[in-house]
């Protein structure tokens, strides 16, 4: 499937401008940007990451919050909005060999809030966010809570439990994945995997880890599974992802992940009684 949503520069000039009381002239001395450049991107309604970088980043020194307010914007608009976090963009999009050992396996991965797509990406500076209106009516549709299928599903996915691998237990929560064109369940970053790490080796419950877990929630994501669920994933914006709008979203990410640890903590001390793994698989 081919995308052909772009940054919306002209319109986030326009935006800006009527914003800030200001004209095309004072932007260009604020941005550093020059007045030829802005009458172009007028014209073709296309910018340069450099270009971008000066404009997106002063619009979110300015304190305004485009991207996640347009969220709110579209959601209104369109009803069922996801969004997907590109590391380095997207030009077409596959189901077929994409997030391999990642989550539920191949599928096109995406999240309910723009944040959300924003914490998987900010490290990269290629980095894009993307939204999609989305209608999943007549879909096979397979859904997980935070339970033991959910966090067996992920770690077999992601490698950490091959000496279960053909458990009846195991077997079963694959087979009903495999089966699906749309996974709906929540979602599990890294810090959340290295607590479903521990689970998986032994050192943990089960009880342990899902209240861990539980507690550390992040919404929920969309894993697409089929081509003609994709089919139904219709693109709308691509959004820039300025350096200070990075920085701010790893500061917050080092919170959670200590707010992760101290819950981690705590449910050790109030579940003891838990089943292992191997208790649980054997």
Known sequence: M???????????????????????LELSESTGISRATLDAIEKKG????????????????????????????????YGNVLFHGSKYGLSEVTVFGSRDNCDFGNGFYLGQTYNQALSFVC?????????????????????????????????????????YAESSMVQKIIKKIKD???????IADNKMFY????????????????????????????????????????????????????EDCRK??????YEIDTKLKLAKREFKEGLYIEELLQ
């Open 2 to 24: 081919k995308i052909d949503c772009e940054y919306r520069v002209k319109e986030d000039i326009g935006f800006i401008i009527e914003a800030e009381g200001i004209n095309k």
């Open 46 to 77: 296309t910018a340069s990451k450099a270009v971008c970088e000066k404009l997106y980043s002063y619009i979110y020194d300015q304190n305004y919050r485009l991207n996640s307010v347009k969220e709110e914007l579209i959601k209104e608009k």
């Open 123 to 163: 490290e990269y500076d290629t980095a894009s966010v993307y939204s999609f209106r989305c209608s999943f009516d007549g879909l096979k549709i397979v859904e997980f809570d935070c339970s033991l299928d959910w966090m067996l599903a992920i770690c077999f996915f992601r490698g950490t439990i091959k000496e």
């Open 180 to 186: 699906a064109d749309v996974v709906i369940a929540p």
């Open 195 to 246: 607590v479903m790490s521990q689970f998986a080796e032994g050192e943990i419950n089960a009880d342990v880890a899902l209240h861990s877990l539980s507690a550390s929630s992040l919404g929920l994501q969309y894993i697409i599974k089929t081509e003609r669920a994709l089919k139904k994933c219709v693109p709308i914006e691509k959004y820039y992802l300025s350096d200070p709008e990075r």
């Open 252 to 257: 917050a990410l080092v919170e959670r992940g």
